[in-house]
């Protein structure tokens, strides 16, 4: 081989580590690029009447105790949900309602799995917990809200005299906390929910925007006192690192051998033109 073909051989390899260096720094920056966005926020405060002046109100506290008298579930926040529906009139509408102090509330407590129902002006809201198979960790595996399209909160419905039930898709995790913490998160929390029924007539989606959320489920505690805190992360929901790494890795190996098959091409190459001309 010709030396003046080798001294390209540092310069490759130069630019395979400016490259790769690169995308691994993309890669590891890719979820918190996703979070810089600017949060729009679905209302400032709960009003304490039913004039449009908003004034500062405490937070709500919904608790569920189990059969012994202890508590099981405990929620705070400050609850308003929103329902997407259309008119008559064939145009996209949008009815609120904030989540009361004062509810109907029932569940179950057992050892693995718990739930707590919320029930309000015609609203009942279902909220599924359980416990990673370890034991370690327990989550919010399924929100489910369940209402008549007659409700009075829809102006000019569309399709009245519909049974409506919408959830969060099979499989949700939810605020995976440590047993015995209390999730925190001073971050608005917003929780989708659409129908999982193919069959679903009403076409309403529902959001349930959670300010200043604390949680905790699987108490058991005589003090009915919140456990330690578990802040919750930056975005204010669960964050899966499998994707950015996994994109940082592709991108890598695809760079390394765009580089290697640069190489082996120049080198081949180069090497024919030099046996073409010996000849």
């Not at 009361?100 to 599924?128: A, H």
């Not at 929100?143 to 829809?154: H, R």
């Not at 051998?257 to 190459?269: A, I, P, Q, S």
Request: aromatic share 12%.
């Amino acid at each position: 081989m010709n030396l003046s073909n080798m001294s390209h051989i540092p310069e490759l390899l130069y630019l395979f580590m400016f490259i790769l260096g690169i995308n691994f720094s993309s890669a590891l920056q890719l979820e918190g690029l996703s979070t810089k966005k600017p949060r729009i926020t679905k209302y400032t405060m709960k009003p304490t009447s039913a004039s449009a002046t908003a004034t500062p109100s405490s937070l709500s506290i919904y608790r569920l105790n189990g059969t012994s008298g202890v508590t099981c579930i405990l929620i705070q926040t400050d609850g308003l949900l929103s329902i997407q529906y259309r008119d008559k009139y064939g145009e996209d509408k949008e009815a609120d309602t904030f989540m009361p102090d004062q509810m109907d509330i029932s569940g179950e407590c057992w050892e693995d799995e718990s739930r707590i129902t919320l029930g309000w002006k015609g609203f009942v809201l279902n909220m599924y917990f359980s416990k990673t198979p370890g034991g370690e960790r327990w989550y919010v595996n399924n929100v489910e809200l369940i209402y008549s399209s007659n409700n009075n909160i829809f102006e000019h419905i569309d399709r009245p005299g519909l049974d409506v039930k919408l959830s969060t898709p099979p499989g949700t995790l939810l605020f995976p906390t440590p047993v015995g913490k209390a999730y925190t998160c001073d971050q608005e929390v917003i929780i989708t929910m659409f129908a999982q029924d193919e069959n679903d007539k009403s076409g309403h989606l529902a959001k349930l925007y959670l300010r200043e959320l604390k949680m905790q489920s699987f108490m058991y505690k005589s003090s009915n006192l919140w456990g330690p805190t578990f802040q919750c992360s930056a975005t204010g929901t669960y964050r899966d690192e499998t994707a950015p790494i996994a994109v940082g890795s592709t991108l890598a190996v695809a760079t390394v051998c765009t580089v290697v098959g640069y190489g082996l091409w120049r080198y081949f190459k180069v090497k024919k033109f030099q046996y073409g001309t010996m000849a």
